[in-house]
């Protein structure tokens, strides 16, 4: 184990959001997992974000990912409305299920 | 020399980690969402590590105490677990490639770059007098007031769009109309009838 620095902090971003993509991909079962996915990939962007805010010294990243969490509640909400809705049609959350639009 | 700093890091990573794995590969979808919660948690102790604290706590209040809560509901009102097959699971292994090429580009980037990281200390910047949410509120208010304000409107937005996708009229079930209520007037429903002595009333 090496000492801490800047770096350690924007690898485990990375893998934070290597690990979210993967997520993304594997769950073809269950959208909610999908959706906790794509909250998996913001958080991971918001990391790095406060990384280079302290990298460059400067409130910037800080204010974007406070801008990020914000875009993340509102996307979590209307995609969580939009899954209750398709269940209410289908009775199904599986993703191999949401292809109406194919005919 | 391991100090504070590097063993709350791996302590706050590995697990930060670990609960985002539990995320995807647990059988339950509960499970997940709690998984997610203290994958919340970890990484508001990595915001701290990085000086950040007032965002660790808005990434607490916001991401427990809203969307993984949120999460819980509709998973409970859902309730459909379709747990990870094996089969399932290198199903899709162009996904696999792609994520993987990420993060192998990435780690190339990181080792051979000139990308050089500073591995000093992170903790504690020594010139700042203010405290971190001080500063952020002397910016918020002023240099990014207009991107604040459009991401309350964008709130408002998700807010009004989630109300007008979930509603529905149930059909069958007894409710409280208030506005008839209140619109009724004695006349609709009282008549007074001076009443004959010996007579009685006629009913219609």
């Known amino acids: 184990m090496m000492a801490v620095g800047l770096g350690h902090f924007l690898i485990l971003g990375s893998v934070l959001f290597c690990l979210g993509l993967v997520g ?8 909610l997992v999908s959706l906790m996915a794509l909250e998996v990939l913001l958080l991971s962007v918001s990391i790095l974000f406060v990384t280079f805010a302290k990298y460059h010294d400067h409130l910037h990243g800080q204010i974007v990912s406070l801008f990020i969490i ?14 209750i809705v398709f269940f209410r049609f289908k009775k199904s959350i599986k993703l191999e299920d949401v292809q109406d639009l194919k005919g | 020399m391991i100090t504070m700093l590097d063993l709350c890091f791996y302590m706050f990573g590995l697990t930060l980690i670990g609960s985002v794995v539990t995320v995807f ?3 339950n979808t509960v499970y997940s969402v709690f998984a997610l919660i203290v994958a919340f948690f970890n990484s508001a102790g990595i915001f701290l590590l990085l000086g950040a604290e007032f965002l660790a706590f808005v990434l607490l209040i916001v991401y427990v105490g809203a969307v993984a809560i949120l999460f819980l509901f509709v998973v409970m009102m859902i309730g459909a677990d379709e747990p990870l097959k094996k089969k399932d699971l290198f199903k899709n292994v162009r996904g696999f490639i792609l994520a993987a090429g990420v993060m192998v580009t990435e780690i190339i980037v990181f080792v051979t770059g000139k990308f050089t990281l500073p591995s000093a200390t992170i903790m504690g910047d020594g010139d700042s007098q203010i405290s971190n949410t001080h500063a952020i509120g002397e910016v918020l208010y002023t240099k990014y007031f207009l991107p604040f304000q459009l991401v309350g409107i964008l709130l408002l937005i998700a807010m009004i769009g989630a109300i007008v ?19 009724r007037k004695p006349s609709d429903t009282l008549e007074l009838k001076d009443v004959p002595i010996g007579q009685g009333v006629k009913t219609k």
């Open chain 2, 25 to 27: 590969l647990a059988r």
């Open chain 1, 24 to 31: 993304v991909f594997i769950n073809r079962r269950n959208v």
């Open chain 1, 70 to 83: 914000g875009t993340a509640a509102a996307e979590a909400a209307v995609g969580l409305a939009i899954l």
């Open chain 2, 165 to 183: 996708l979930t509603l529905r009229n149930r059909t069958g079930v007894k409710r409280q109309k208030a506005k008839d209520q209140l619109q």
